[in-house]
């Protein structure tokens, strides 16, 4: 019995006194998380908002990562274009270029989850944002002007039934960290002298353009931001930011002639015999081989 009345005692007093201590000691830590002050020039902290899945505070671009910070956020919105920066959830990062009526300011303490790069600064919460704000205008991104050895040719127009240029090609990390460079690259080591970057994610070779693609009226529509390069122009919805390599001689697409593509040294051992003639019912090489690869 005397057993029983000290167990009872000891929940009684855990409950008056243990639980709202650490209850106390729990927000005292919550609070302890900062706002950096060393944040780049013209940005500044504006508060917590409400934020919620189905009407977005900041809604114009996102993207999420294990090593977040309140910083990191602010170049990303900045490299895009975009005034409004907010981190949520410890790992997702918001931009925008103005505030939803439906955020409203909530209690500092409601932003109380650390970023997953830097676990003293605040990265909002569940459905709560830290939010930063810059009234200086931004650069945005731009069209990159053509990798070494690679030139711009600008906007061109495309359809998914006719391609305009026809070889679609796969590149390192995928779709999601494409860049002008590593497309450009794919395409030049596939032996086509043409490289279309389209719909931020998806690479595009040819030595010809094809089914009457060409320059875009008025160069419009090529206003996706590289997957692996917020700061570049990577094509659009049916449009190609086309390149042309420094080797090359590109044929409009009403021709049938192919760009000429540039000699290249043969593999050790190999030496060029010349141009050969053939027939399709008497081959001069008569083994056949179909390759899973571009042909070079």
Not at 1 to 26: D, E, N, R
Not at 217 to 230: E, F, I, K, L, V
Not at 246 to 261: E, L, M, Y
Not at 266 to 271: E, I, K, R, S
Request: glycine share 14%.
């Amino acid at each position: 019995m005397a057993f029983k009345l000290c167990h009872s005692l000891y929940c009684i007093l855990l409950t008056l006194f243990v639980i709202p201590q650490s209850l106390a000691l729990g927000v005292h830590l919550r609070r302890s998380l900062v706002i950096p002050t060393d944040l780049p020039a013209g940005w500044s902290y504006l508060g917590c908002y409400t934020d919620s899945v189905g009407a977005r505070t900041l809604s114009s671009a996102t993207y999420n990562g294990n090593a977040m910070t309140d910083e990191s956020c602010i170049s990303f919105c900045a490299g895009q274009g975009y005034p409004y920066a907010g981190t949520e959830y410890a790992g997702q990062c918001y931009c925008g270029s103005q505030l939803a009526s439906t955020g409203t300011v909530a209690p500092q303490t409601d932003c109380d989850m650390g970023c997953t790069g830097n676990a003293s600064e605040a990265c909002g919460a569940g459905n709560r944002l830290t939010v930063f704000y810059t009234s200086q205008p931004l650069a945005g991104p731009v069209t990159n002007p053509g990798p070494s050895g690679w030139t711009s040719l600008g906007c061109y127009t495309d359809s998914v039934g006719a391609r305009t240029l026809v070889n679609g090609i796969a590149t390192p990390g995928g779709g999601s960290a494409l860049t002008i460079a590593l497309c450009t690259s794919a395409c030049q080591q596939a032996g086509y002298l043409l490289a279309g970057a389209e719909y931020a994610g998806e690479c595009y070779c040819g030595n010809t353009f094809s089914n009457g693609g060409g320059p875009a009226p008025g160069g419009s529509g090529c206003t996706m931001q590289c997957n692996g390069n917020a700061s570049e122009y990577y094509g659009g919805s049916n449009r190609l930011n086309v390149y042309s390599s420094s080797a090359s001689s590109v044929t409009s697409s009403s021709s049938s002639a192919s760009a000429t593509p540039s000699s290249t040294a043969a593999p050790a051992g190999w030496n060029a015999l010349g141009c050969y003639t053939d027939s399709v019912g008497s081959r001069t090489l008569p083994d056949t081989q179909y390759l899973p690869v571009a042909m070079t």
